[in-house]
């Protein structure tokens, strides 16, 4: 570890990696300090059976072929699910579950409806003041309101009482290209050039000097300024102090952002038990369960990821990784009934509203707090710079999200740096 640079970054998440790459491409020294035992930050796979990859964070390229992960996929060789796009990008694909049954084609048409008169509702209400959350816009007594509250719950993290209507996200439902390798793997893949020190946490940022010193527990490092990354969660903790301590504006900012939870469960299979009709999107609920959005075999394999949100699913993370494989066997088996149970392999299950570095999924604007997403990405005495989803508008909660604020910020740092010299 460098103990004297030009730039601190802290984090090795998409947004901290794509910012060291970017300083360095503008002749600029970056020394980048992480947390935990590897890079990729929520992007993070494993391997769920061999050769079957699991991502526990992001697994979709939003935005297709726009996203830049499309072209480092490409220029790495590693292979884009393609062929998987047609199936999870078409809504009247989307298969509703109510209590073990398919719903009909005429109540399958009434949901898709209550979906875009839903979201039509929230675009109509975003900026307005006093800003509504989502659950005051739309019909809650529904009978097609309980999957559409799931979709907001993993969707943003939140349940509908706590999302502001302006937080939308620009990928407007569709979800784009899976990696079958493991986004988490070409995260990494694309990472491994920029020389990273790992397990080596930023306690303290020192700024009452000219530059900053960034205590770690493998000593400190002294820069003209440091590029903070981490969540929002993380910022909130007080495990990462700031000496003085960020101005009210900011941590105002911080507070109005608050991590939400989705959390996923991937189950793989022996065999196919799905049939040739059963990949896509699924949503399950019933009268005596919570409701959960089921995605079969979308990495390609015989796997399903079972995703829960908002307080259901910080809820369930809290009993434990048993019962969460339950609850995901139980929603798998609703829709394709009780003889899948005997063809379990294996399960991994992600608990991150608990996970030390994160502390939440990604974060989600209050009611009325959306603009914050721009304060947040603002400097501070031009020591202080901001980069990560949560500084993002419009791509925020995404790997391509995060990888865009850390060029922004890497250019803006430069541009702050050639002029000071
Ligand atoms: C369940 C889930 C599903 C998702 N699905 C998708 C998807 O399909 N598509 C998509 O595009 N996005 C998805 N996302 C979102 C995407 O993964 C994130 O938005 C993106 O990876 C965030 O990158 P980042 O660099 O902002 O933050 P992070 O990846 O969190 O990077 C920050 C880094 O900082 C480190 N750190 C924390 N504290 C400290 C400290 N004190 N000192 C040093 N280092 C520290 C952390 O360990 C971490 O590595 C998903 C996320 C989750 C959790």
Redesign the pocket.
């Known amino acids: 570890m460098h103990s004297e640079t030009d730039v601190i970054i ?8 794509s910012a060291a790459k970017e300083l360095a491409r503008l002749g600029l020294r970056s020394t980048v ?4 035992h590897r ?5 993070y796979s494993e391997e769920i059976v061999p050769g079957v990859w699991f ?8 935005d297709g072929d726009a996203n830049p992960f499309a072209e480092i996929a490409n220029r790495l060789g590693i292979a884009l699910g393609r062929a998987t796009w047609d199936a999870y990008n078409n809504s009247d694909d989307h298969r509703f579950i109510r209590n073990g049954t398919r719903l009909t084609g005429e109540e399958h048409a009434a949901c898709r409806r209550y979906y875009v008169d839903s979201y039509a509702a929230i675009a109509a209400a975003a900026g307005s003041e006093p800003e509504p959350s989502i659950g005051d816009v739309i019909d809650l007594e529904s009978p097609c309101a309980p999957p559409f509250l799931e979709s907001i719950a993993t969707g943003w993290g939140v349940d509908v009482d706590g999302v502001s209507c302006a937080d939308n996200t620009s990928s407007g439902g569709a ?2 290209y899976p990696v079958p390798h493991g ?1 988490g793997n070409l ?1 990494a893949a694309w990472g491994a050039d920029v020389e990273v020190t790992l397990n ?4 303290c940022i020192d700024w009452s000097g000219p530059g900053v010193a960034v205590e ?1 527990p493998k000593g400190t490092i002294r820069a003209s300024l440091a590029l903070v ?3 929002t969660g ?1 910022l909130a903790s007080g ?2 102090n700031f000496a003085p301590l960020l101005p009210d504006w900011k941590l105002e900012a911080i507070l109005g952002l608050p991590m939400g939870t ?3 469960m991937g189950i793989a299979f022996y065999t196919d038990v799905f049939g040739a009709d059963g990949r896509g999107h699924h949503t399950v609920w019933s009268d005596d369960a919570e409701s959960a959005k089921v995605d079969v075999n979308g990495m390609g394999f015989n796997s399903v990821s079972v995703f829960t949100g908002g307080r259901h699913g910080i809820w369930l993370e809290k009993q434990g990784p048993q019962a969460c494989h339950d609850f995901a066997v139980d929603r798998i088996a609703e829709i394709f009934g009780n003889d899948i149970r005997k063809h379990v392999i294996r399960s991994i299950t ?1 608990a ?1 509203s608990t996970e030390p ?2 502390r939440g ?2 974060a989600c604007a209050l009611p009325g707090q959306a603009y914050q997403r721009d304060v947040l990405a603002r400097s501070i005495d031009d020591r202080l710079f901001f ?4 500084t993002s508008v419009g791509k ?7 990888y865009r ?2 060029i922004r910020a890497a250019q803006e740092i430069a541009a702050h740096l050639k002029g000071a010299s």
């Open positions: 802290i984090g090795a998440g998409s947004a901290g990696l300090i992480e947390a935990s890079i990729g930050g929520r992007a991502d526990l964070g992001c697994a979709w390229l939003t979800l784009g986004y995260v080596a946490r930023a306690e770690t990354t981490v969540s993380m495990e990462l989705e959390n996923k992600t991150w570095w994160t999924s990604w980069a990560g989803e949560a925020q909660g995404t790997c391509d999200g995060a604020t850390g």
